[in-house]
């Protein structure tokens, strides 16, 4: 009883020290925050205009797919996607760079249950819809993807330049 005791303390005391240490590029108490800034922007601002722009997610004949699969944004903009799976399975849409979806379809292989509960994420189940309101922040070519294993090989991502 008191050796279950003693690691039971010791637990807690590892995860409350775990809290106070800085995660890299942080100071000490700065902590991680989803409205932090990535490579491809930031959550949106709901007080602030938006463009809205509408992604259907489907199957056709084998193969997985966002319509449109191509956009394209003005640096700064922010938009509102309006997503819909018209599909008869789960599909995602997760905005990020190739590099990011590309490992975390990795992730996803080990744990496709995986839920998602980020600005820049969200999973449907089939006929339902959803939204994501993302400030694209920076210029480049950046990814959406559906990352359930399997999904984006079938062909389900696309392509938004930020210009």
């Given amino acids: 009883m008191r050796v279950r005791a003693l690691v039971t303390v010791s637990i807690a005391a590892l995860l409350l020290a775990g809290t106070a240490i800085a995660a890299p590029g942080h100071k000490p108490g700065e902590g991680h925050s989803h409205a932090d800034e990535t490579a491809y922007g930031r959550p949106g601002d709901p007080k602030k205009p938006s463009r809205i722009v509408q992604i259907v997610f489907r199957e056709n004949d084998g193969r997985m797919l966002f319509l449109p699969d191509r956009l394209k944004v003005r640096k700064g903009e922010q938009i509102r996607f309006q ?17 990011e979806n590309l490992k975390h379809m990795k992730e996803m292989e080990k744990n496709p249950d995986m839920e998602h509960d980020d600005p820049n994420a969200k999973r449907l189940k089939p006929k339902t ?15 959406f993807s559906c990352l359930i294993p399997g ?3 079938a062909g389900m991502f ?6």
């Fill in 83 to 99: 997503l819909r799976n018209n599909g008869a399975i789960d599909h995602e849409f997760v905005v990020g760079t190739v590099e």
């Fill in 129 to 143: 819809t959803g939204e994501i309101l993302w400030q694209f922040t920076r210029a480049g070519t950046f990814d």
């Fill in 151 to 153: 999904h984006r090989e």
């Fill in 158 to 163: 696309g392509t938004i330049v930020v210009e």
